[in-house]
Structures are given as C-alpha cells and as structure tokens.
C-alpha cells in the first residue's frame, strides 16, 4: 500500500523532559495559579521553539518521523500523567504542534485524565493494606488507559488512518502499556533512545 498521502495518527506519549531541559532538573511546578501556569507555558514555548529537537524529547522523535510530510494529514493525540509538571509539559506541546497545523481531533484533556498514574506513597508512614490499595488502583489505571487508547486507535483504523505510537517520553509504566496498545493493534511504534540520534522502529512482535 502506498502511505505518502495517507493520514497518520501519532499517540505520543509525554514526560517532563521539556519542563528539565529548559527550566532544570531541581524545577517543580507547584500550586501555580491560572495567571502563572499560563506565563511558564508561553516562557516554554518561546524556549521550545528555538530548537524543539533540542528541549523535547517527544518533538525530536516525532519531528524527524513526520519531516517533508503535509502537517495536514497527521493527527496527534498526546498522553501523559496527571502531575502538574507533565500538564504543563503537554499544554506547550499542544500549543507548539497547533502552531505548526499539527491536527488534534481529539479532546486531549478529556483523554489522558484517565490515563492518570501517579502513584507516591511513603511506605514508612502507611500500612500494607493502604499500600496494597494504592498499587491496585495503579494497577487498575492502566488499564484502564490501555483499554481506551486500544479504542481509539481501532475507530481511526476504520477511518483508514496508519496509526503510531511515539514512545520515548513519559513515566515508564505508561510507555510499557502504550506500546502493549501498539503491538496488540499492529501499529508502527518508534522511539529514541538517549544514546542515539535516529528513530528506533520496533520490529513486529
């Protein structure tokens, strides 16, 4: 089948490489009011746009598997945790990629609410049964996560889009079951590694 005018839709998943590179590793992003948040994303974004391969682990992958394409006929949709720092993270991005005529069909705060991670516990101040509970809940967000992306991704199949999964940013558990999403649909997924330059394309498993 020939692919160059074919729509493509990139799951990416998001970390907080983005909010490091550019405002350090010792930075959070705590409590921040409306006013704030929104003066830290156009702070990001002006950084971003420099040199997206440079600040954005996510961009530099997607960036070079999209080049001499028609923004016009890719889709993203971007996934990420529900911290502050990732939504900060994944707000720019969206700016960025929108900018860029990047097209997100796709309501991206609706969806990646549930696919929220977070899981922090101090396991010297609770008991196992609290600790138990909270890696079931993980555990159960997941898949959760897992089963509405896999939804996603078979309707834009039926819309005879080619589906990829960009898996080089975010929490590790997210990333695990993103490409679990992408094997289990025969989807192109493609990452870079911190050691390389290139995308990496997974062989089908």
């Not at 006013?35 to 702070?43: F, G």
């Not at 001499?68 to 006929?73: A, E, H, L, V, Y």
């Not at 939804?151 to 889009?161: A, D, F, P, S, T």
């Amino acid at each position: 089948m020939n692919y160059t005018n074919l729509k493509e839709f990139h799951i990416i998943s998001c970390g907080t490489s983005l909010l490091t590179n550019i405002k350090g590793k010792d930075f959070k992003v705590n409590n921040l009011n409306e006013e704030e948040k929104n003066i830290l994303i156009d702070e990001i974004y002006n950084e971003l746009c420099c040199d997206p391969k440079k600040y954005s682990a996510e961009l530099n992958a997607f960036l070079k598997v999209v080049e001499n394409k028609s923004p016009q006929n890719i889709e993203y949709f971007l996934i990420g945790t529900m911290t502050d720092d990732c939504l900060i993270v994944i707000e720019t991005l969206h700016k960025y990629l929108k900018h860029k005529n990047y097209n997100n069909n796709i309501d991206f705060y609706e969806y990646y609410y549930a696919g929220e991670l977070s899981f922090e516990s101090n396991k010297n101040s609770i008991n196992d049964n609290v600790l138990n509970d909270l890696q079931n809940s993980f555990k159960e967000k997941l898949k959760k996560l897992y089963d509405e992306v896999k939804k996603i991704v078979q309707n834009k199949k039926k819309q005879g889009y080619k589906i990829y999964f960009n898996c080089t940013g975010g929490l590790k558990a997210q990333v695990i079951t993103l490409a679990k999403v992408g094997f289990d649909t025969e989807s192109i997924i493609y990452y870079i590694p911190e050691s390389f330059k290139r995308v990496v394309f997974f062989p089908n498993l």
